[in-house]
C-alpha cells in the first residue's frame, strides 16, 4: 500500500493553533516533495504550501503567509503544517500530497495537478 494520512485537524477559536501531520505508509517520504491543499464547500481546492524533499525549499499561499509553517521529519517519515493565528477562512478540508519529480529535491509545487498522491484530508474549523 501507498497512503498518506493527515491528522491534527479540529475545531479552534479564531487566533489559535492547530499542527497538521502528514504520514507515509507503504513508502518513503525522503524522495518526495510534499504539498498541503485546502478546499472549503463550494470553493475550488487551493493550494496552501509546500516543501521539497531536501526541505530546501518551501512556498506558501499569501493568505497564510506568516501564520503558517511547514516542515518536514524524514526520520519519521511525516510532513508538519503548523498553523497559527487562524482565521475562520481558514475553515476547510485539509489534504496531503506527495510527488517524486526531477524537481522534487530542491523544488516544490503549489499545484494540484502536480501531485501523484493524496489523503483522504482532515477538517479544521475555526469558530468562535
Known amino acids: 500500500q501507498l497512503q498518506l494520512l493527515e491528522s491534527g485537524g479540529g475545531l479552534v477559536q479564531p487566533g489559535g493553533s492547530l499542527r497538521l501531520s502528514c504520514v507515509a505508509s507503504?513508502?518513503?517520504?525522503?524522495?518526495?516533495?510534499i504539498g498541503w491543499f485546502r478546499q472549503a464547500p463550494g470553493k475550488e481546492r487551493e493550494g496552501v504550501s509546500c516543501?521539497?524533499?531536501?526541505?530546501?525549499?518551501?512556498n506558501y499561499a499569501d493568505s497564510v503567509k506568516g501564520r503558517f509553517t511547514i516542515s518536514r521529519d524524514n526520520a519519521k517519515n511525516t510532513v508538519y503544517l503548523q498553523m497559527d493565528s487562524l482565521k475562520p477562512e481558514d475553515t476547510a478540508a485539509y489534504y496531503c500530497?506527495?510527488?517524486?519529480?526531477?524537481?522534487?529535491?530542491?523544488?516544490?509545487?503549489?499545484?494540484?495537478?502536480?501531485?501523484?498522491?493524496w489523503g483522504q484530508g482532515t477538517q479544521v474549523t475555526v469558530s468562535s
Open positions: 516543501i521539497s524533499s531536501s526541505g530546501a525549499r518551501t
Open positions: 507503504g513508502f518513503t517520504l525522503d524522495y518526495y516533495a
Open positions: 500530497a506527495a510527488v517524486r519529480r526531477r524537481w522534487s529535491v530542491l523544488a516544490c509545487s503549489v499545484q494540484s495537478q502536480d501531485y501523484e498522491y
